[in-house]
């Protein structure tokens, strides 16, 4: 059982790479804790926005992969919570929100744990100090109670080798190992003698010495970088035992830059993989888009019933308060009627009503009947205005709840672009993967790159085109002005020399002297760092 965890940001990335079925023979969201939103993209975004509102934590999400051995026997369920659960007790992230991801790839069962580190409450982020020391406790102890058995390293005190995003991109798109890599540059170091033998050992089997931000890195047929000591699987070896081993034969301003080597391997790699057409890319390719366009087409029949639902719902609404408004108006009209049937039974009659007009009780009547009229009136437009009212505000409230329905339904569909669009490089990648592969006829080592290349660590006679090319390309950059020493490949003792006789002349001639002088800062400071010091041809005796 092997866990892997980090903490990080750019959540919408990673929901998209967990939803990744492509890579996958199965995925399932079994749980999202913790978020309005029932997926990923929506939950990794409302924990952001909590971060960003609430703290100023940028790695607001901390990731965990449970990847046990399938050859002691998949976990169950229970077994996967409860491993989550007591890494949420030993870390402190109960009760934060949580994503579980289940995946099968190449019939391998294994699980992705994303838990929120914002704390609501507390309004700041959990600590995560010595993470990784109290996963492994709590991985020993669920080990030891389920009868597994750790790799090694895991059983005893500290944590295990992970690879870098870098280092697993590198291994998906050439289909070699970071421990295979280390294997051949190492045998490489062993078996040479010299500085010259091992960097030709290193071109025979795929790799170019060139020049970065460090003296001495490695550039594989691939355009794979990585620096030379990390290559080089011995722990007696040191950094500057490399630097003294190569600085006499290989200085690092002799050697190619990074981008130069990249180009020469990529030229090569073109050479060697223009042949080779993958026959099943097609059919492959056509079957992850009808996956694609399944999967699509559920999502918007989902979309348009959702929308048809909130079509019905509006009108109901509306059906339903104009009954409501029919109703009360009936009510009214219907007492108004009663009231006056019953004041026409109970009018006075006979000696009565002639009374009545001689004294003026019947005109007092009369404009009492009219205020109750205009007091009921009055209760009925006042109840109707009320009515209105709620409904105007119960129609806004559906008009929200359907506008925010709509917006997370384009964001589900924006989430399902994206892992469309993760998914199809997924494929290129395993595509390249298997040229590559193809290309090397299916062996787990770089082929040679075929340069015999000379101590100055540039390619030899056979090769003088691709070394023409590469002198051009530095011409170039020198001409305009962004060239750097450590980037430099040819021979440039004609420019020192130059640079140094403008020093020299400083004084004399005036046409001379300002025809030899630099003509910017940089070739000025350039010229101070190389007086005295000879040209690379006698630095490299």
Known sequence: MIPFASQRALGQDLATHLLNEYDNDYMEVADVRGAVADDLHGAFSEWEAQAHALTKCENYLYSLSINPDQRQGRLTRDQYMAYVDRVEEKLGLTDQGRAIVFHIKDGREHAHVVWSRIDLEKEKAVQMSFDRDKLMMVT????????????????????????????????????????????????????????????????????????????????????????????????????????????????????????????????????????????????????????????????????????????????????????????????????????????????????????????????????????????????????????????????????????????????????????????????????????????????????????????RGRPAVPHKAMNRHISQMAKERYAEKTFKPKDRITDLSDDFTRASRSEKTEGEGAGDSEALKPKSQTHKRRARRHKGRGTIADRGK
């Open 140 to 455: 020993r102890l669920f080990a030891k109670e389920h009868g597994l058995e750790l790799p090694k390293g895991y059983e005893k005190e500290g944590k295990g080798q992970q690879l870098s995003l870098y280092e697993m991109h590198q291994k998906r798109t050439t289909g070699l190992s970071k421990d295979e890599r280390q294997e051949q540059v190492t045998d490489a170091w062993r078996s040479s003698d010299s500085a010259k033998a091992f960097v030709q050992a290193l071109a025979d089997k795929g790799y170019i010495l060139a020049s970065g931000n460090r003296p001495y890195v490695l550039v594989d047929l691939y355009g794979g970088m990585n620096a030379l000591p990390k290559m080089i699987n011995d722990k007696t070896v040191r950094t500057k035992d490399i630097r003294a081993f190569l600085e006499r034969d290989y200085p690092p301003d002799s050697l190619p830059h990074v981008d130069e080597a990249r180009e020469m391997a990529a030229r090569h790699r073109k050479a060697m993989e223009e042949h080779i057409k993958v026959e099943q890319r097609a059919d492959k390719l056509n079957d992850l888009k009808k996956m694609q366009q399944g999967r699509r087409q559920k999502r918007e029949a989902a979309q348009e019933a959702a929308l048809e639902k909130q079509k019905t719902e509006r009108r109901e609404l509306a059906l339903q308060h104009q009954r409501e408004r029919k109703s009360l108006r009936t009510a009214y009209v219907v007492q108004t009627r009663q009231i006056k049937q019953k004041r026409y039974q109970n009018r006075p009659t006979g000696l009565a009503a002639f009374l009545g007009r001689v004294s003026g009780i019947a005109s007092v009547t009369k404009k009492i009947h009219k205020y109750q009229d205009r007091r009921r009136f009055k209760v009925y437009r006042e109840k109707l205005s009320e009515m209105k009212e709620r409904q105007e505000q119960e129609r806004r409230e559906l008009q929200h709840q359907q506008k925010l329905l709509a917006l997370d339904l384009d964001r589900k569909m924006r989430g399902l672009a994206q892992v469309e669009q993760r998914e199809l490089r997924a494929f290129e990648e395993s595509m390249l993967k298997e040229v590559r592969i193809q290309a090397r006829g299916g062996k787990d080592k770089i082929p040679s790159l075929g340069l015999e290349l000379t101590p």
